[in-house]
């Protein structure tokens, strides 16, 4: 006779494991932990080389660049580059929204926009510097003519991109991911608090340092604003990192796994 019984699902640590199956449980918030780590460690890895290297011609040198020095791959592969961080930047933020909202939905919410706005920023920034190598292009076209008005139109081109790199990844990260991340994980208690101190920290120096190159107390660039961003980097880097190898820490809005976007990510 066949049994009709249904097979019982297996709890493990209080998250339901698959009928049949056995070992580690189906957790959607260290899922959603991973995936979240991942995403803010591809935002390092997109983002530092195409300030670095891939744009670095073409800022340091524009009329070089734009009479002929430099390639339009690695301006154009910056770029993409950038693309993908918009990407990943949102990600962080949308990723994470089912469960910071349980801490301070209007909180979240703002990380989610704070995120949106400096990918605008960004892609501001990179768009210009696209123009600077149809300007290029133009220019070796044009045999040399009309060229200090070409390096003119390049140099304003990379203006915009300076000050759209200020407002985005400098003012805008700061309030988002160091002010409003930071916020949450230090009230959730999902980070050790120690960690999300940094942000605390880091993203009103961020957005300090972002006000003060605007009103030209300093240099963008200078010795002064790096030292101001170290706390910031120190922080978005401890969550890739933390939330890849720990994910979150036992927290109350993490017990309460009702939430039909984390049940849909768990299945």
Do not use: C
């Amino acid at each position: 006779m066949i049994s009709t019984k249904p097979t019982p699902t297996a709890v493990h640590n209080g998250a339901a494991l698959s009928p049949g199956r056995t070992g580690v449980p189906v957790n959607a918030t260290r899922q959603i932990a991973l995936v979240t780590g991942i995403l803010m460690l591809i935002t390092f890895l997109t983002s530092i080389p195409a300030q670095l290297l891939f744009y670095h011609p073409l800022l340091t040198d524009t009329a070089k660049f734009i009479l002929g020095g430099g390639s339009d791959t690695a301006v154009q592969v910056g770029a993409l580059s950038e693309v993908l961080l918009v990407i990943a930047n949102v990600g962080t933020a949308v990723v994470l929204y089912p469960i910071l909202k349980r801490q301070n939905e209007i909180v979240a919410l703002g990380f989610i926009m704070e995120r949106v706005l400096e990918g605008v920023a960004i892609m501001v920034g990179f768009f210009s510097l696209l123009a600077a190598v149809t300007l290029r292009q133009d220019a070796a076209g044009a045999g040399g003519a009309n060229a200090a008005a070409l390096v003119t139109a390049g140099k304003s081109l990379v203006a915009v991109h300076d000050w759209t790199f200020l407002i985005g990844p400098g003012f805008l990260d700061g309030l988002g991911t160091g002010l409003f991340l930071g916020y949450l994980m230090y009230r959730s208690g999902l980070m050790p608090r120690g960690l999300a101190l940094l942000g605390l920290i880091g993203g009103p120096l961020v957005m300090a340092s972002g006000i003060a190159v605007l009103f030209g107390v300093f240099k963008a660039g200078g010795a002064e604003q790096f030292i101001a961003t170290i706390p910031e980097i120190l922080w978005e880097l401890s969550v890739g990192i933390y939330l890849i190898v720990k994910g979150f820490k036992p927290s109350p809005i993490t017990s309460r796994v009702t939430d039909p976007a984390l049940s849909r990510i768990a299945s």
